[in-house]
Nanobody, 122 residues
Framework: VQLVESGGASVQAGGSLKLSCVAS?????MAWFRQAPGMEREGIAA???????TYADSVKGRFTISKDNANHTLDLHMSSLKPEDTAVYYC????????????????????WGQGTQVTVSS
């Protein structure tokens, strides 16, 4: 499965941005992660089949994840952006989860995109 992210850009604090991830085929478990320089990869939003969405506390209320199964697309709508949101954002996917760690753990995902840079300036 190939995942291709797009939408990364440089924006001012308080602005909004939409990231998209297109998968080469349907895959039921998908999530967004991000990684800032010198930091560990952080799970920020996950969509699981037949389960509620999961958000990291750091983005709850500001980011919204959505999926278009017909087009194999996973979107991340980001608003009220802060400088601390600056990172490379990655799309991740798996055919099943349960490897341990929960939906925001990188351990659950097998397929990864190449990442897209988001830079938020103050």
């Amino acid at each position: 499965v190939q995942l291709v992210e797009s939408g990364g850009a440089s924006v001012q604090a308080g602005g909004s941005l939409k990231l998209s991830c297109v998968a080469s085929r349907f895959i039921p478990y998908m999530a967004w992660f991000r990684q800032a320089p010198g930091m560990e990869r952080e799970g920020i939003a996950a969509l699981e089949r037949e389960r509620p969405t999961t958000y990291a506390d750091s983005v709850k209320g500001r980011f919204t994840i959505s999926k278009d199964n017909a087009n194999h697309t996973l979107d991340l709508h980001m608003s009220s952006l802060k400088p601390e949101d600056t990172a490379v954002y990655y799309c991740a996917a798996a055919f099943f989860i349960g490897r341990g760690g929960g939906p925001l753990s990188p351990r659950e995902y097998v397929f990864w995109g190449q990442g897209t840079q988001v830079t938020v300036s103050s």
